[in-house]
């Protein structure tokens, strides 16, 4: 699939950054964020029921395909699908591109769904940050957490297979080490170490993208 | 923002992540990234990694009424689930575990006091209140335990533990905790497991005091 890229409105509010010697308007260089974000944008700021339209055809199919990986049925994956996808309308305020991209604040919204579903009490989850009075969106540090996705979505998809559904494994489901060998018939130190392989080479990755 | 200098190990934000961990746990680890910057950001890595797999989730059709159920209801009035702010020294995980309420302590003696928050079979979460300069019998681990400060500090074999920090037990640590001149020491401890006193009394005392 290809990742069609819109220009970011945000840029042309910006101040001028120095380049080297010469001073440039960052809206000449035109950043681009993906399309999920630039929906999430949309339906943050301006509840914008097209771009929730484009998000939910993204992600709908996708968190079904991800939740009944988790060992639940088809009806009630779309049940949680729902909660989930109305969480996002209702939550889009908290979405803060700088922190997190799209699919990993959709992610975190997801497991918090499931795992209350599960309990009678709702999952403790960390105090939000204050957010500072006028805060401007930056466009680089919109577009490098949107350029660290694309990156860590390759280094995904140069695993191996074993490595990529041990890693699935380890974060989708309500699944100890043990239970996760249990599934697979592999004992468990097979699996610990290949987690840890595969994670040391998302880490890698990761690493290479932030220093 | 304090100087936090001991943080969550890093499986255990992945467990965090991913909802492999008990509610015990859980609250102490979302009370630590209250706390701590240096964690949220690890989590936010976590994350970003359960997003990217869920980014190159295979699609899974959903049915053709869900996205019409998900626009009917995006109007309707619905009620945020309540959200705990800080209470003085309690980040918002811990008064949320705590129901709003202050805790009741409970002498252990020699002025240490607790409040346990919560226990089941899956372990024990509980506040301790410790004077300045007092000694916690010296205990070892059945399993794993972590210990959240939450104003003063103290001490033991392995180091210093201030505000914010956390320290883990597991089987190999038999340690003397002592608080540290200055206010009482007040920590958050969850475990997986009862835990086992060497001092004979502390161990007739552990079915009543549930520790
Ligand atoms: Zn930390």
């Known amino acids: 699939m290809t990742q069609q890229c819109f220009d970011i409105p945000y840029a042309m509010t910006l101040t001028p950054i120095a380049v080297g010697r010469e001073r440039k308007l960052v809206t000449n260089k035109r950043p681009k964020v993906s399309e999920q974000t630039e929906w999430m944008l949309a339906v943050r700021d301006s509840r914008d029921r097209d771009a929730f339209s484009h998000l939910f055809d993204y992600f709908a199919p996708r968190l079904k395909g991800f939740i009944i990986k988790t060992g639940v049925s088809g009806a009630q994956a779309e049940e949680i699908v729902q909660d989930v996808m109305l969480t996002v309308w209702r939550k889009s305020a ?3 591109p700088h922190r997190a991209q799209v699919s990993a604040w959709i992610y975190q919204i997801a497991r918090n769904r499931q795992i209350d579903m599960m309990r009678k009490d709702a999952r403790p989850i960390p105090e939000e940050l204050k957010a500072e009075p006028h805060q401007e969106d930056d466009a680089m540090q919109i577009l490098a957490m949107d350029q660290e996705a694309q990156k860590l979505k390759h280094a995904i998809s140069k695993l191996s297979k074993d490595q990529r559904v041990a890693i699935e494994q380890a974060y989708l489901g309500e699944l100890t080490h043990q239970e996760i060998s249990d599934q697979s018939g592999v004992p468990l130190g097979t699996i610990k170490s290949r987690i840890r392989l595969g994670l040391e080479r998302l880490r890698l990755e990761l690493k290479g993208l932030r220093s | 923002m304090t100087h936090v200098q001991h943080h ?12 492999n961990i008990s509610p015990h746990f859980a609250t102490l680890v979302a009370a630590h990234i209250s706390m701590c910057e240096i964690c949220r950001v690890a989590l936010g890595a976590h994350e970003a990694v359960g997003g990217a ?16 159920d998900v626009f009917s209801k995006l109007d309707a009035p619905f009620t945020p689930k309540p959200v705990f702010d800080r209470s003085g020294i309690y980040p918002g995980p811990i008064v949320q575990a705590m129901k709003g309420q202050e805790p009741r302590w409970k002498s252990l003696g020699m002025g240490i006091r607790q409040h346990i928050i919560s226990y089941d079979k899956q372990g024990s979460l509980r506040l301790l209140y410790i004077p300045a300069g007092q000694a916690v019998p010296e205990h070892g681990h059945n399993g794993l335990e972590l210990t959240l400060v939450l104003q003063g500090s103290f001490s033991d074999e392995t180091g210093q533990f201030g505000v914010g920090d956390v320290e883990v037990g597991d089987e190999d640590l038999a340690h003397v905790p002592t608080a540290d001149a200055g206010p009482p020491c007040i920590c958050l401890a969850a475990t997986d497991a009862s835990l086992r006193f060497a001092g004979l009394i502390p161990r007739m005392l552990q079915p009543i005091f549930k520790i």
């Open chain 2, 8 to 19: 969550i190990p890093d499986a255990m934000l992945k467990a965090y992540a991913s909802g």
């Open chain 1, 94 to 96: 908290q979405f803060d």
């Open chain 2, 53 to 68: 797999l869920l980014d190159v989730t295979k699609a899974v059709d959903v049915s053709s009424s869900l996205k019409t």
